[in-house]
């Protein structure tokens, strides 16, 4: 693998991340909260009930919900797609030398993948909350907190996992050289 792919991945995944979470613009988190009187995302912060749920969305007003239905169309989509790239690289580095059919090598392979699946799940399942709104969908409610869940302990897992197997490298590596 070059180098400069996983430079370029990695420049793109900050850049969307920090845009999305630090400056104001449609689709963003601090417009949504703006927007939403201080409102915090569904995808944030998980609320486990769906009255809690609906309660949220309540609280966001007409202008929040239509801000956050936005942002689940548009940055809510590229930024999974902006991290892919980024999490497989890093994995796929991390896992160069185990075998190719190692079970723990597909792992940590699928887990960037296991996260941009559960967050475009969790996003369809926002949107058919935000338009069928203030009507109930019971069962997509109760749903939404264990998606967002799953979701996010895949995304810590894509991240940390590779970069605990690449920095133990780097350690071992350098008491490699530091002893001879």
């Known amino acids: 693998m070059r180098r400069h792919t996983l430079l370029i991945a990695t420049i793109v995944a900050v850049t969307v991340v920090v845009a999305v979470h630090a400056f ?3 689709g963003s988190v601090p417009r949504f909260e703006k927007v939403s009187g201080g409102g915090v995302l569904l995808d944030a912060v998980p609320a486990f009930s769906v009255d809690d749920v ?3 969305l309540a609280s966001y007003g007409e202008e929040g919900r239509a801000s956050y239905a936005f942002r689940n169309l548009t940055v809510d989509v590229l930024l999974p797609l ?5 999490l497989f690289l890093i994995a796929r580095r991390a896992g160069t030398s185990w075998p190719t059919v190692s079970a723990f ?16 799940v969790e996003n369809g399942q926002v949107l058919a909350l935000l338009s069928s709104y203030p009507d109930r969908q019971h069962a997509v409610a109760a749903v939404l907190p264990y998606v967002t869940s799953v979701k996010r302990v895949a995304s810590l ?3 940390v ?3 605990s197997i690449l920095g133990t490298r ?7 050289v530091a002893a001879s």
């Open 105 to 120: 090598r597909v792992l940590v392979l699928a887990m960037p993948v296991v996260y941009v699946v559960f967050d475009l």
């Open 157 to 159: 897992l894509a991240i």
């Open 82 to 86: 902006s991290m892919l790239p980024f």
């Open 161 to 163: 996992v590779p970069l």
């Open 24 to 26: 104001d613009f449609p």
């Open 170 to 176: 780097a350690v071992r590596a350098k008491r490699l």
């Open 54 to 56: 609906y309660a949220r």
